[in-house]
């Protein structure tokens, strides 16, 4: 639940589905990180949250404080926004260096590189992706769902084909159904990202 109108109430409210049906985690932006956290504990269910989102085009320095922040306050794991003005333009010695900076100062969490695929060329996509497992990413995170477009399904094959086993994929925006679900877990998506999620959920009762 990222959007920007998103009340404590429906905070609350994601949380207690999330225990109810199971799910791995939510993912919400940093400032309710301490409220999931609160309801929360004493269950199984991760907080996830969100560094540099949804542009990516925060300083190198900031991302990093937020994401130090963020770890403090009890996130479990960090979805970072790479800097896809910097891809965009070739610097790609910049975009390791700042992901390799904010994993490295968030050791104890998990960290997925947002890559926002609907931007990037698929040479983009694979350098990107490279450059993510080589800082120490856990995953590969299409899409933060406030870009041009969401997940697709060719991205996904395509990041899969060149990355194999060595980072799971997140595949995130507009997955809205079971059968778009059942798709992105054959292409190799380990993890799904989607607002969605009781009535996918609800689906399989």
């Known amino acids: 639940l990222l959007k920007p109108d998103a009340t404590e109430a429906d905070i609350i409210r994601l949380c207690k ?21 609160a309801v929360l504990e004493g269950y199984n269910t991760k907080v996830t949250t969100v560094i540099g989102f949804p542009l990516g085009a925060s300083l190198k320095d900031v991302k990093v404080y937020e994401a130090k922040k963020a770890l403090n306050y009890g996130a479990d794991e960090l979805d970072v926004v790479i800097n896809i003005a910097s891809a965009k333009s070739g610097n790609w010695r910049y975009v390791e260096e700042e992901i390799s900076e904010i994993i490295s100062a968030t050791k104890k969490a998990i960290h997925k590189a947002i890559i926002e695929t609907c931007y990037l060329s698929d040479k983009e996509k694979i350098i990107a992706s490279e450059i993510a497992i080589s800082s120490g990413a856990r995953f590969i995170k299409t899409s933060t769902g406030f870009g041009i477009k969401g997940a697709e399904i060719k991205d996904v ?32 998506a380990t993890r799904i990202g989607t607002s969605a999620g009781v009535d996918i959920v609800k689906d399989l009762m």
């Not at 225990?19 to 791995?24: A, G, K, T, V």
């Not at 194999?164 to 054959?186: N, W």
């Open 157 to 188: 094959e395509l990041i899969k084909r060149h990355i194999k086993d060595r980072a799971e994929i997140k595949a995130s925006g507009g997955i809205k159904t079971l059968s778009a679900v059942q798709r992105f877990i054959k292409a190799g």
């Open 17 to 37: 589905n999330a225990i109810r049906y199971n799910f791995y985690s939510v993912c919400v932006n940093p400032y309710f990180v301490p409220l999931c956290k």
